[in-house]
C-alpha cells in the first residue's frame, strides 16, 4: 500500500492504496463517486471514463499512481443539480438517457472533445463518440445532445468574449 494523492473534481483526498490499483475502483470504492462506472473493465466500452489533463481517458485500466497530482475530473465534478454544465442540460432537455448506464462515457468523452474542438461538426463529434458504447439504441438522441451543447456552448463563448471587449 501506499499513500497516494489525488486531486478529483477540485478536491485533494489522500488515499492507502496499491499503486497499481485501477483508478475506477479508488473513484468508487475509496471516494464513493458513481459517474463512473464498471463496464468492461478492459477499457473498450467507456462507462468508466474520467478526463485527466484534458484528456479523457478509462479510468478501469489506468493505474492510480499514473495520475496522481493531476486533475481528475468525473461526471460529478461537470455541474450541480441546480446548474448542470451544458452538456448535462443539454441531455435533460434532448432525454437522451434510457438506462443511463453508458451517460458518463458519452457526457465526458463529449466533454472532452468538444472543449478541443468547440466549432466540431457532427461527422467529427460521430467519429469521436465511436468508442463509447451505448445499449439501448438513444444515440440519435444523444448526439442531438451533443450538437445541442456544442451550439450552447459556442454562443456563451462568443457571448463571454463580447462582454470581455
Known sequence: ?????????????????????????????????????????????????????????????????????????????LGTFEKPHPLQRAFIEEQAAQCGFCINGVIMTAKAFLDKNPKASEPEIQQAMSGVLCRCFTNVRMLRAINRARDGMTTEGRTREAAAK
Not at 464513493?32 to 481517458?57: D, H, R
Open 1 to 77: 500500500m501506499s499513500a497516494i494523492n489525488l486531486k478529483v473534481n477540485g478536491k485533494v483526498h489522500a488515499v492507502d492504496v496499491d499503486p497499481t490499483t485501477p483508478l475506477l475502483y479508488v473513484l468508487s470504492d475509496d471516494l464513493a463517486l458513481n459517474g463512473p462506472k464498471f463496464g468492461c473493465g478492459l477499457g473498450q466500452c467507456g462507462a468508466c471514463t474520467v478526463i485527466v489533463k484534458g484528456q479523457a481517458i478509462r479510468s478501469c485500466i489506468t493505474p492510480v499512481k499514473s495520475v496522481e497530482g493531476a486533475e481528475i475530473t468525473t461526471l460529478e465534478g
